[in-house]
């Protein structure tokens, strides 16, 4: 190969030094922008999910009889088969520590609220 012979190989690099960059080069830029937004989105999301819910744990472990614990939360339902959906529903769970003849039992209510 020449030394001056043109490549035929499109380097993202070589487009972006260009005056006016090709759409091509205009549409890999908003695929990775697009793509960078949802893992900064995921990290955070990942980061509270992390601390929120041992937070939760950790009061569920230490409620006492009478005291009870209400919180929202989401829960997500994969529909598999031809097509793959996702429902997504929000529900409030209220978690209650109660003594019932001398003996202290969990109760667990989850209430479905809303579902998209």
Do not use: W
Request: charged share 35%.
């Amino acid at each position: 190969m020449k030394k001056d012979a043109p490549s035929e190989e499109v380097s993202l690099e070589a487009e972006m030094k260009k005056d006016a960059p090709s759409e091509e080069v205009n549409e890999l830029r908003k695929q990775q922008e697009k793509l960078e937004r949802l893992v900064a989105r995921h990290k955070i999301h990942r980061e509270q999910f992390e601390v929120q819910r041992a937070a939760v744990q950790k009061i569920e472990k230490e409620l006492k009889p009478g005291e009870d614990l209400v919180y929202k939360d989401f829960v997500n339902q994969h529909i598999h088969g031809g097509s793959e959906s996702k429902c997504n529903n929000l529900v409030l769970v209220c978690t209650m520590l109660c003594l019932i003849f001398g003996n202290t039992t969990e109760i667990n209510l989850i209430r479905f609220v809303l579902s998209f």
